[in-house]
């Protein structure tokens, strides 16, 4: 065993879903980092080629072609190549990797991690094409695996490790979790931070290059919804405060990052050590542009937190709303932790400590919700105070109690695939409401939404109007507006 491919397939998406841009793989360079030491280690993004896309069966390909996966594979020759899968749509296109690769370099192992192997290791171990999962943390277990290829140690004492014996899957237990400051600084020396601007030049991100950190891992939930707790076991670690600005400090002088993106699933689950990084992150004058990719939980937000992640550079807010039925909150999705008023408080917290950008996100179309319950969400939410609306449908991710109860209570659709469990697909049918009507339902609402979105604008503009140009102009403008919002609004629901 001597070298080591990381690999991240190319996108596979549905041409009228679109996709978002691309981010350096930050969990392929924290596993290389931790080989480089002991391997000859190489990070094959096949996303890296945001601007090249193609055909890819039914759907479209994002990213490096087969011939330059193939080349750039055999040219490096490696000995394994560990395959990272974060969502469960993105099964299909590893898989074909895994297969493509495999006729190629027939001896080489193949070894798959991420939320997706971690949740569902039987889908991708059957397949025969992945000899080996790794649930749970990779940096230890997959030298670990590596030491075990060479004779030096059993596969038992791999940690997290999966496998076939026959027909059964073999687990071995994930055991003693990572300190967190233990894991090397990311490799970003493997790959070029240029190949992933698009983000910036879609007018997504403030700044360019960026890159991503992750101060924490886990949650302690129990989302009903969520993968995360078949990779952390529920368990919620934090870096020191000082590693995570020293990273931060080496990203900026080092790279030349701009901007970072936080990754964590749940950042401000510990207020206390979110507050005292955002306080070094001040006083080291870290300088960078940021934002929380999850977004923080809204129960734990108060106005001093909002206060110090503004002062420490964050521009964007993303706040789960998750659903305004308190009883679809804490029935179905097991997240009753908040109550609606919470949510107009924060948004008024967050205009004051000076956030540019508040979006708002829920997720409909839960079994045993109601029309009447998504109908009451999708007004809720438009009626806040927010940059955008975000309406994500619930997907039965498999190894989670959403698809446990789906396939017990039979309400997959019929076409259900791995490649549809995308947050803007419909993939189950209920009692309560068919496929088509929920699809429909978030349609409509999103249509109306633009329209008042540019309400809202136009009415900023005719406010600045009368500032500089009379009111007379304005009161007229003004009162013409909302009745044309109005009349758009009434014939939608009739």
């Keep these: 065993m001597e070298k080591v491919m990381f690999l991240r397939s190319p996108l596979a998406y549905y041409p009228h879903i679109g996709h978002e841009d691309p981010h350096p793989p930050l969990e392929l360079l924290y596993l290389a980092a931790a ?11 096949g996303q890296r080629q945001w601007r090249r896309h193609g055909d890819f069966g039914h ?73 080996f999962v790794i649930a749970g943390d990779g940096e230890r277990s997959l030298l670990q695996l590596c030491r075990a290829l060479s004779g030096e140690v059993s596969f038992g004492e791999v940690p997290g490790l999966k496998f076939l014996e026959g027909d059964r899957v073999i687990s071995v237990p994930k055991q003693n979790f990572l300190q967190l400051d233990e ?22 991100h403030k700044a360019s290059p960026m890159a991503g950190v992750l ?31 020293d990273d931060m400090l080496r990203m900026r002088d080092e790279f030349g990052i701009r901007e970072i993106h936080f990754y964590d699933d749940n950042l401000i689950n510990n207020t206390a050590f979110a507050k005292a990084l955002f306080r070094r992150m001040i006083e080291q004058n870290v300088g960078l542009h940021w934002l929380p990719e999850a977004g923080f939980a809204m129960w734990q937000i108060d106005q001093e937190i909002l206060d110090l992640a503004t002062a420490s550079g964050m521009y964007r807010l993303d706040l789960p709303i998750e659903a305004a039925s308190g009883k679809v909150r804490e029935e179905i999705m097991n997240k009753g932790l908040y109550q609606n008023s919470q949510v107009a408080e924060t948004l008024r917290r967050a205009r004051r400590a000076g956030v540019e950008k508040i979006n708002g996100y829920v997720i409909v179309g839960s079994p045993g919700e109601s029309l009447e319950d998504i109908k009451g ?9 927010l940059d955008y609306r975000g309406v994500r449908l619930a997907q039965p991710f498999p190894g989670t109690r959403f698809y446990q109860i789906c396939v017990e209570q039979g309400l997959l659709r019929d076409d259900f695939s791995l490649d549809r469990l995308w947050f803007t697909m419909s993939n189950i049918e209920t009692n309560e409401f068919s496929s088509s009507q929920l699809v429909a339902l978030v349609v409509s609402y999103r249509a109306a939404a633009m329209i008042r979105q540019g309400v809202r604008t136009i009415e900023s503009a005719v406010k600045e109007i009368a500032e500089k140009h009379g009111a007379e102009i ?21």
């Design 59 to 131: 759907l479209r390909r994002l990213g490096l072609s087969d011939e330059d996966l193939i080349r750039e594979t055999v040219e490096f020759g490696p000995d394994m190549i560990a395959l990272s899968v974060t969502w469960h749509h993105q099964i299909p296109t590893a898989l074909y990797c895994a297969n493509l690769l495999k006729k190629h370099l027939p001896e080489v192992t193949i070894v798959a991690g991420g939320i997706a192997p971690s949740s569902s290791p039987e889908v991708l171990l059957e397949s025969g094409r992945i000899d």
């Design 377 to 385: 969400t999708l007004d809720f939410l438009a009626d806040l105070d």
């Design 35 to 45: 080989l480089k030491p002991a391997y000859e280690v190489k990070i094959l993004d």
């Design 474 to 494: 304005a009161r007229t403008a003004s009162g013409f507006i909302p009745e044309v919002a109005q009349r758009y609004e009434q014939r939608r629901l009739s």
């Design 215 to 245: 101060p924490t891992r886990g949650c302690p939930l129990d989302c009903h919804f969520c993968s995360l707790p078949a990779v952390s076991d529920k368990l919620f670690r934090t870096h020191s405060v000082e590693r995570v600005v």
């Design 183 to 204: 894991v090397p600084f990311p490799a970003f020396e493997l790959i070029d931070l240029a190949d992933y601007d698009g983000g910036y030049q879609h007018g997504h």
